[in-house]
């Protein structure tokens, strides 16, 4: 199903809802969904989590069967990787022979936001019956591994923050928060290769060959220092505390807490209050008191990036910041409103790197809009979440399920026939 045949239609919300259920199942390879089958053949992190609220709205065993599948890829330590190779495809690069990470079933060497947790709760308290409390208690170690990993290999200024060591792991690969640290990144002995998603996709649309250079270059690094994590985190030329992965897991540490005080896991749940204590407090970190919001820093040169990103307005949703920060991020989502046509970009225009069809320097992403529209909401700011959510729906119906979309005109911009578009459409947006 093309994007352009739904807006041509002009269906229902009805109409959407089953072509929305259609994309899961086309995108379904047999226990895990691919986001895209042309661009993303594999079985992506954050994407998975997000695509089993979808399923979990006409198939609920198919729903625990995505996360339970997600798992099968994590590494001894707790390590989440962000891509799992379930099958081999040449049309994607870089491909499992590039990372080389020595592990079955074959991964990247990265992670991505550690959104799981969240997802899980959501799942359990939708469905409670003794076959979910089951399939709960049979993940929430596993889970607990994860954020157990980031704790170790993920902040080491012990803020309780992340700090990612390549872009890609962040989930906003081409964001211009990464810009200028990245520029420390060498690119002169990188291997020759050939990218495959201009093959699919508008060049307008998908990171400068510089700028993919530079992500080449990090995997590279990973790879020769043996995907050793600890030695990532201590010598990576990119090292940058994400405010987007932090507000993710500070909020996966609160639904995770919840998870395991009610199902007895007591050892688990001290560590993840004093994650939570210790997250509540270095969030200041991130603070950019001239740009009057939460923004990631460079931990290597210690400056913040200044970048105002959707990333940025998630503080609602990890319910963090003071008074004063709180009312200062509203007033960054009042003053946005009026320069965008639909809310939220993931960066605002007018700003200098804004690109509306640029992979994450100006698109607006239905996943970002349902965690900040969540968060706005639990925060009372009702208004601001129902502008989002009815902004993400229209988008939706201008342009189908795109994995992005333009917030000036509503075009879509990157793949058709997102798996997690259509998830939250599902879950969400389609309400």
């Known amino acids: 199903m093309e994007a352009e045949k739904i807006e041509l239609q002009g269906p229902t919300n009805k109409a959407l809802h089953e072509a929305a259920e259609k994309i899961l199942i086309e995108n379904d390879l047999g226990g895990y969904s691919v986001p895209n089958r042309d661009v993303y053949p594999f079985q992506w992190n954050w994407d998975s989590a997000f695509v089993a609220l979808g399923y979990a709205q006409f198939?609920?065993?198919?729903?625990?069967?995505?996360?339970?599948?997600?798992?099968?890829?994590?590494w001894d330590d707790g390590f989440l990787?962000?891509?799992?190779?379930?099958?081999?495809?040449?049309?994607?690069?870089p491909g499992p022979e590039i990372w080389q990470t020595n592990q079955q079933p074959r991964t990247s060497g990265i992670s991505q936001p550690p959104v799981v947790a969240t997802i899980l709760r959501q799942l359990w308290e939708q469905n409670q019956n003794a076959e979910a409390e089951e399939k709960v208690k049979q993940l929430i170690p596993q889970v607990f591994a994860l954020h157990r990993w980031f704790a170790s290999f993920r902040d080491p200024l012990k803020k309780g923050l992340v700090v990612t060591t390549h872009p890609w792991e962040t989930g906003r690969d081409n964001a211009p928060e990464w810009d200028e640290a990245a520029k420390r990144v060498d690119t002169s002995n990188v291997t020759p290769y050939v990218r495959q998603d201009t093959k699919h996709l508008d060049k307008k649309m998908r990171p400068h060959k510089e700028d993919y250079d530079r992500f080449i270059a990090m995997v590279e690094f990973g790879r020769d220092a043996g995907w050793d994590h600890k030695k990532i985190i201590e010598e990576s030329p990119f090292r940058v505390a994400d405010v987007g992965m932090t507000m993710m897991l500070l909020r996966a540490n609160r639904d995770l807490l919840v998870l395991a005080e009610q199902f007895g896991f007591e050892g688990e749940a001290e560590f993840l209050k004093n994650q939570v204590s210790l997250s509540e407090t270095g969030v200041d970190y991130l603070w950019n008191e001239e740009k009057q919001a939460f923004c990631s820093r460079d931990v290597i040169s210690g400056e913040s990036t200044g970048i105002i990103s959707s990333a940025s307005f998630l503080n609602f949703y990890a319910d963090v910041g003071t008074a004063a920060q709180r009312a200062a991020t509203e007033a960054h989502i009042d003053r946005i409103a009026k320069v965008s046509q639909f809310l939220m970009p993931s960066l605002a225009p007018g700003e200098k790197q804004f690109d509306a069809m640029r992979y994450w320097r100006g698109p607006i992403w239905a996943v970002v809009n349902f965690m900040i529209a969540t968060g706005c909401a639990e925060q009372g700011l009702e208004t601001w979440a129902d502008k989002i959510r009815n902004d993400t729906a229209a988008l939706i119906k201008i342009a189908g399920f795109s994995e992005a979309f333009n917030p000036e005109s509503g075009e879509g911009t990157g793949g058709t026939d997102f798996s997690w578009t259509a998830a939250m459409w599902l879950h969400w947006a389609g309400k």
């Open 59 to 74: 198939n609920l065993d198919r729903a625990w069967q995505e996360l339970e599948t997600l798992f099968k890829g994590q």
């Open 81 to 93: 990787p962000q891509i799992i190779f379930w099958k081999d495809n040449a049309g994607y690069f």
